[in-house]
């Protein structure tokens, strides 16, 4: 199952904030977030393990709450390099030791001046 | 270290023809993704190998597409009689494991585009 994420598009100035969040219906192991920018592939920016840590990247940082199943990014002071698209990715455990990571359909950053 | 590669970057083909899209992992990583993205549009999970276990292909759209992983390493994605709407980026991503904890590196597509 998909995770769902919103807003699905968001426009910012430079130096605003905004939040992104994502959201699962299944229990989750880790939470991974990517941005992808236009035209490149989609870059790791970090992954979240249960126990409700947060952590950083930049003035980028996420949380993660294992008993919502829940993620949220939040990105502060937004500068334009900030722009692309961000998805979460949800691992679950799906069995024979392994974890599935499934991804959100992402959010559509743009920044402007 | 090397990446993941994907070849070729660029394809153009007819309506109808095959095509075989290939992913080179990064070495020692035995987890496998392939990933459609068409344009505007997030990732749709196509295939996922992992090890020597049966792949899961629950996310391929028709039986025109087939993937498979040789020697548990390399693997090529094959799409028959292709058609239109088969039009999109074609990504490969491999992790270390398939562990929870491990990040997902993107090769950097694969533009398919049938005519």
């Known amino acids: 199952q998909q995770p769902v994420q919103s807003p699905q598009a968001v426009i910012l100035r430079e130096g605003e904030d905004a939040v992104i969040n994502c959201s699962s219906s299944?229990?989750?192991?880790?939470v991974h977030w990517y941005r992808q920018k236009h035209g490149e592939a989609p870059v790791f920016l970090m992954i979240?393990?249960?126990?409700?840590e947060q952590k950083g990247h930049e003035k980028i940082s996420a949380s993660f709450n294992e008993k919502k199943q829940q993620s949220s990014l939040y990105l502060t002071a937004s500068q334009l390099s900030y722009s692309g698209t961000y998805f979460c990715?949800?691992?679950?455990?799906?069995?024979?030791?392994?974890?599935?990571?499934?991804f959100g359909k992402g959010t559509k950053l743009s920044v402007i001046p | 270290g090397a990446g993941v590669s994907q070849s070729p970057s660029n394809k153009v083909t007819e309506k109808g023809k095959d095509v075989e899209l290939r992913c080179d992992p990064i070495?020692?990583?035995?987890?496998l993704y392939w990933y459609r993205q068409s344009l505007g549009q997030g990732l749709e999970f196509l295939i996922y190998?992992?090890?020597?276990?049966?792949?899961?292909k629950s996310g391929l759209p028709s039986d025109r597409f087939s993937a498979e992983r040789t020697g548990g390493s390399v693997s090529t994605l094959t799409i028959q009689r292709t058609q239109q709407e088969d039009s999109a980026v074609y990504l490969c991503?491999?992790?270390?494991?398939?562990?929870?904890?491990?990040?997902?590196?993107f090769g950097p597509g694969t533009r398919l585009t049938v005519l």
């Open positions: 991503a491999s992790r270390p494991t398939s562990g929870g904890h491990n990040e997902q590196f």
């Open positions: 299944k229990a989750l192991y880790s």
């Open positions: 979240l393990l249960k126990g409700g």
């Open positions: 990715g949800t691992a679950a455990y799906s069995g024979a030791g392994s974890y599935q990571l499934t």
């Open positions: 070495s020692g990583h035995t987890a």
């Open positions: 190998f992992q090890g020597n276990s049966a792949p899961d």
